[in-house]
């Protein structure tokens, strides 16, 4: 019988608990096959086939912990896998880039938790479906977008919820000025009314 | 009130399998029946639903491009008197505030679904503490579904001239209907109206 060891490192309990659920799926489906979640400090002689990281609360690179940085140094990319939200694309594309880990998007709606097994035993890289999908996308190359300064010290009032009036007190300009920097706003990033233009600001964090 | 005590059945509508298959797991312990539905089919399930009176359980950030249909159904459902829970991440506000504007009245944070779950308590009357407290607005009225219409064709990018044309409104009516919906649920700019709109077509476009 063939045990498959998973630990995970302060992970968001709905999360793992759905994984679990999936996997107990697949021990009914397989009886000569079972898995065991490893505690955290215990059981260290106990080499994990698998650890889950939880990253859906990262935004960027900066942000990961320095321990969970070490363990992505230590570990081989395949015995990772990291939870992420393909909400923000920008940094699930980084790491896609930057490191080998496996990649589980929380919100995959075609997930077959034996292909995750399979690859990190085979020590292939699993890559769910949503999350190549973004990857694949991607690779279409875009004009960047260069705002000026003043330009995008506009645009984070505007995404801090501000209108036009309290955006020309804060910044010290006519609500003209304001206005006009909007309009450049929205004409290099190719939108026509205030509806697109908010569509686009919750896209990217990043402008 | 009367016949709840025999098996209840469930529809549920979550196409997120993580999230599908804690509250599975949840409705398969209390001994439900579980019809669980896939895109497309929760509106065709919607007509055989009245035969039965379930209890209607739907994940809405995973629903993707039927989002639409969705709201509307949850709007129909919860005016219908039926048990409607939906869970939603707990950080959108405004989310919260329009599944408490369409008349759901359990209204769940999905990062602590299972926890969330089993302090459900259904068939209470009255609306669970949850939603006006998550929500951070107390005198919060249901839309009409004009409104919800108005709001919907509003989050598919249509102009307030747009849908006064496909409405045959005039479009003052339609820009009424928006003014109503935002008092309805709480809005207090216009800001705010274009975030919620924003949301609902990031949930629409999620897995295109």
């Given at each position: 019988m063939f045990i498959f060891n998973l630990r995970a490192e302060a992970c968001n309990q709905t999360y793992l608990h759905g994984l679990t659920l999936s996997l107990n799926e697949m021990l009914n489906n397989n009886p000569d096959w079972s898995y065991r979640l490893l505690c955290?400090?215990?059981?260290?002689q106990e080499r994990p086939h698998l650890t889950v990281l939880d990253f859906?609360?990262?935004?960027?690179?900066?942000?990961?912990a320095p321990n969970e940085n070490a363990l992505i140094k230590n570990?081989?990319?395949?015995?990772l896998l990291l939870l992420v939200n393909t909400d923000n694309k920008r940094f699930v594309e980084q790491l896609i880039k930057h490191y080998a880990c496996s990649l589980l998007s929380v919100?995959?709606?075609?997930?077959?938790?034996r292909d995750i097994v399979d690859a990190s035993l085979r020590k292939h890289r699993y890559i769910s479906p949503s999350v190549q999908q973004i990857f694949q996308r991607q690779h279409v190359p875009e004009k960047p977008i260069r705002l000026t300064s003043e330009e995008k010290k506009v645009l984070e009032c505007m995404k801090n919820g501000k209108n036009g009036v309290q955006i020309a007190k804060l910044l010290f300009r006519s609500q003209k000025t304001i206005s006009s920097h909007k309009r450049n706003i929205m004409k290099k990033l190719g939108v026509k009314d205030d509806f697109h233009l908010n569509v686009i600001m919750m896209g990217c964090n990043d402008l | 009130m009367s016949q709840e005590n025999q098996t209840t059945t469930v529809v549920l509508f979550e196409p997120r399998v993580l999230f599908r298959n804690i509250a599975r797991n949840h409705f398969e312990e209390k001994d439900y029946s579980i019809v669980c539905v896939s895109g497309g089919f929760i509106t065709e399930e919607a007509y055989s639903i009245r035969s039965y009176k379930p209890l209607i359980a739907i994940g809405v950030y995973g629903v993707g491009e039927e989002l639409s249909n969705t709201l509307r159904l949850i709007h129909y459902f919860s005016n219908q008197g039926y048990d409607v829970v939906v869970w939603v991440p707990e950080e959108d506000k405004l989310m919260l505030r329009l599944m408490f504007g369409l008349g759901v009245r359990h209204v769940l944070a999905e990062e602590r679904l299972a926890e969330e779950l089993s302090r459900l308590s259904l068939?209470?009357?009255?609306?669970?503490?949850?939603a006006p407290r998550l929500a951070g607005a107390r005198n919060m009225k249901m839309l009409s579904t004009s409104e919800l219409n108005v709001l919907l064709d509003s989050a598919r990018g249509m102009s307030a001239k747009q849908i006064a044309t496909s409405r045959h409104n005039s479009y003052k009516t339609i820009f009424a209907h928006i003014r109503n919906a935002c008092q309805r649920l709480g809005l207090e700019s216009r800001n705010q109206w274009l975030e919620l709109l924003a949301r609902i077509e990031k949930i629409n476009t999620h897995y295109m």
């Open positions: 955290h400090d215990g059981c260290s859906t609360a990262y935004g960027s690179l900066e942000q990961i570990e081989n990319g395949c015995r919100d995959e709606r075609s997930l077959q938790v | 068939h209470q009357n009255g609306v669970t503490t949850q």
